[in-house]
T-cell receptor, first 110, second 115 residues
Framework: SQQGEEDPQALSIQEGENATMNCSYK?????LQWYRQNSGRGLVHLIL?????REKHSGRLRVTLDTSKKSSSLLITASRAADTASYFC??????????FGKGTKLTVNP | GAVVSQHPSWVICKSGTSVKIECRSL??????MFWYRQFPKQSLMLMAT?????????EQGVEKDKFLINHASLTLSTLTVTSAHPEDSSFYIC???????????FGPGTRLTVL
């Protein structure tokens, strides 16, 4: 069964607004990663947060991890039209394999 | 660094033929490569994990005789879809990592259409 489940499935916002996407998972993890995928393209690694970390920043991205709730959030601040893409969380489930969630399709309207 | 390429980026083939997809790590040595399949508007599903020089480990439900994986060098893995059928039409994505539990770097994907 899939480990990660993102919500919302789809999100539409205006340029300049913040976008928040959530991910829940089921089993223990070593780390959780967020990826971005433009339509019909490969995945781009955004950020990795380890199980002993609670928050991590990278540019306009902020990721939080709550291992007690088995959830993570990805915040994109001051969104741009170029941020339009699908965003996936992926967990390792304690092994080298990644299990991906269903993804959130983000649309940023100019 | 950490660039992964795939070739071809898209391919159309007739039912019954075989198609080979290449995955290359361009600027690092990939001890482990992974092959995923993605149907439209869905997430990635892991098909198999391959370690250089050894047989691939397939996920449950993935036919190893249909999806042949070879990882002959630290920079190249190939996926061959044998006797392709229309239901094999999908987006195939590979990833590569320097070692187990390391970050996976993804290729741009290959769109396979079987007529």
């Amino acid at each position: 069964s899939q480990q990660g489940e993102e919500d919302p499935q789809a999100l539409s916002i205006q340029e300049g607004e913040n976008a928040t996407m959530n991910c829940s998972y089921k089993t223990s993890i070593n780390n959780l990663q967020w990826y971005r995928q433009n339509s019909g393209r490969g995945l781009v690694h955004l950020i990795l947060i380890r199980s002993n970390e609670r928050e991590k920043h990278s540019g306009r991205l902020r990721v939080t991890l709550d291992t007690s709730k088995k959830s993570s959030s990805l915040l994109i601040t001051a969104s741009r039209a170029a941020d339009t893409a699908s965003y996936f969380c992926a967990t390792d489930g304690g092994s080298e394999k990644l299990v991906f969630g269903k993804g959130t399709k983000l649309t940023v309207n100019p | 660094g950490a660039v992964v390429s795939q070739h071809p980026s898209w391919v159309i083939c007739k039912s019954g033929t075989s198609v080979k997809i290449e995955c290359r790590s361009l600027d690092f040595q990939a001890t482990t490569m992974f092959w995923y399949r993605q149907f439209p508007k869905q997430s990635l599903m892991l098909m198999a994990t391959s370690n250089e020089g050894s047989k691939a480990t397939y996920e449950q439900g993935v036919e190893k005789d249909k999806f042949l994986i070879n990882h002959a060098s630290l920079t190249l893995s190939t996926l061959t879809v044998t006797s392709a059928h229309p239901e094999d039409s999908s987006f195939y994505i590979c990833s590569a990592s320097r070692g187990s539990s390391d970050t996976q770097y993804f290729g741009p994907g290959t769109r396979l259409t079987v007529l």
